[in-house]
């Protein structure tokens, strides 16, 4: 989708987005900036291929061309990148939605159609960045503070969520709109997060049945002509 190079250019750009909680220190200088960039990029490529718990400090500093020295003025060990990973990847997701959820184009679509491009985006992040499943997955279980960055995460969408749903239709209170923001990202997205483990053929089936779950429930506070339903959403025979 029209998306994907902007999301490209986010990821490139992540350092600047990144949340320094668990960086030792903030890098002040390009050099040091470079440096934390590659630390991250090869640390989640091992935690991904390798995994968190095969995975060294010094297998990092090594594959990243950077003295074990200088890993350690940024990084105290490798829970505090896995940190700085599960934020950056919070906050590239956030972007990625935010700059979908604020196009005038999108706004203005039917509501099957606007069902089906908010999951295809949700469901494509998740595509190009494989590493997100395996960061949150040892995240959940390594980093004490991951329920706290999880949850606000989660806040932030919903306020997106909340102030698209306010201008799609003005009628809605302002607690209607963040309750129906509630739901879409603690539902609709928990059964995008569970599908992205199964066979191909499974998880598409699966984005098809969140599609045509979050278009019935949608319809309650937006409604509109879903005649064409199977035809945006395609047929489970």
């Known amino acids: 989708m029209s998306d994907s190079a902007s999301n490209s250019n986010s ?15 903030k890098p002040r200088q390009a050099r040091s900036q470079e440096r934390v960039d590659r630390i991250l990029a090869v640390a989640e490529a091992l935690f991904t291929t390798e995994g ?15 003295p074990i020295g200088s890993f350690y003025q940024f990084f105290p060990d490798k829970a505090a ?21 604020d196009t005038a184009d999108v706004a203005a679509l039917p509501l099957p159609e606007y069902v089906e491009q908010l999951i295809d985006a949700t469901d494509q992040f998740f595509t190009e960045n494989p ?22 995460a989660d806040m932030a969408l919903i306020e997106d969520l909340s102030t698209a749903f306010a201008q799609r239709n003005p009628t809605l209170t302002q607690e209607d ?18 599908s992205i483990d199964q ?39």
């Not at 992540?14 to 220190?25: P, V």
């Not at 499974?202 to 429930?217: C, N």
């Open 199 to 237: 066979d191909p053929i499974r998880r598409q089936r699966l984005v098809l049945e969140t599609k045509k779950l979050a278009l019935s429930y949608l319809q309650n506070y937006f409604p509109s002509n879903t005649s064409n339903l199977d035809e945006s959403l395609g047929s489970t025979t």
């Open 52 to 66: 968190y718990g095969k995975t060294t400090t010094n297998a990092i500093a090594a594959q990243a061309q950077v």
């Open 11 to 25: 990821a490139s750009n992540s350092s600047s987005e990144l949340n320094t909680a668990g960086l030792r220190r």
């Open 131 to 152: 590493g997100y499943y395996a960061i949150f997955m040892e995240a959940q279980s390594t980093i004490p503070d991951f329920n706290e960055i999880d949850r606000a």
């Open 81 to 101: 990148i896995l940190q700085a990973l599960t934020i950056r990847y919070t906050n590239q997701l956030q972007q990625y939605l935010k700059r979908l959820l």
């Open 177 to 194: 709109c963040e309750v129906v923001g509630f739901v879409v990202i603690k539902v609709i997205g928990n059964l995008l997060w569970l």
